[in-house]
């Protein structure tokens, strides 16, 4: 069964901690992406990726970090740095070329501070 | 610069009813233009976009959205509302480089009324 899994579904994180949010996708897609969804702002784009080992920042990267060391794979780390981690985070893959603009959204991770 | 515009946060229908959910949107050049909706605690699925052709353009689930170049505008019309339609709804916008500067709107909650 093809497509895009996200863990954990509820990730909770301590003040000065880093946390991991994993993304696998098994539908063969060359790009991949990681938007944050808060109540009332749709959706804004965080990294993304079009190949491995490459990745480019989004609209709102700061205190974020990701890589891209397999096609599968395209994790996500929340730091310290981000100081109102608080929501909803999606990741998303599209495979490479005209005609494939449609983007394949995971389930979502839901991050909250403790 | 790109944006997206939903003016409306709640859309209330009767089952049966058609509905609309409005879009307007922003962008250098041509637009391509998408409707994703989102279930409860589940990421966004694709509905219909709009690239180039016919201006009317037929989705999944009964779907349908008229984009109006003079307008700006991309709505989402159903000619018949079913309970199971409540969900959010987010139109997108990008130029014609393609998803990694996807921009959404902010969402419109539909609600189906038995």
């Known amino acids: 069964d093809g497509g895009i899994t996200q863990s954990p579904k509820y990730l909770f994180r301590k003040e000065g901690q880093n946390v991991t949010l994993s993304c696998e996708q098994n539908?063969?897609?060359?790009?991949m992406y990681w938007y944050r969804q808060d109540p009332g702002q749709g959706l804004r784009l965080i990294y993304y990726?079009?190949?491995?080992?490459?990745?480019q920042k989004g609209d709102i990267a700061e205190g974020y970090s990701v890589s891209r060391e397999k096609k599968e794979s395209f994790p996500l780390t929340v730091t310290s740095a981000q100081k109102n981690p608080t929501a909803f985070y999606l990741c998303?893959?599209?495979?490479?070329?005209?005609?494939?603009?449609?983007?394949?959204f995971g389930s979502g991770t839901q991050l909250s501070v403790l | 610069a790109q944006s997206v515009a939903q003016p409306e946060d709640q859309v209330n229908v009767a089952e049966g009813n058609p509905l609309t959910v409005k879009c307007t949107y922003s962008v250098s050049g041509n637009p391509y233009l998408f409707w994703y909706v989102q279930y409860p605690n589940r990421g966004l699925q694709f509905l219909l976009k709009?690239?180039?052709?016919?201006?009317l353009v037929k989705g999944s689930y009964g779907f349908e959205a008229e984009f109006n170049k003079s307008q700006t505008s991309f709505h989402l019309k159903k000619p018949s509302a079913l309970v199971s339609d409540s969900a959010l709804y987010f139109c997108a916008v990008s130029d014609q480089t393609g998803a990694n500067n996807l921009f959404f709107g902010t969402g419109t909650r539909l609600t189906v009324i038995p």
């Open positions: 539908l063969n897609h060359d790009a």
């Open positions: 990726s079009q190949i491995v080992n490459d990745f």
């Open positions: 998303a893959s599209k495979p490479q070329g005209i005609g494939r603009e449609k983007l394949f």
């Open positions: 709009y690239i180039t052709g016919d201006n």
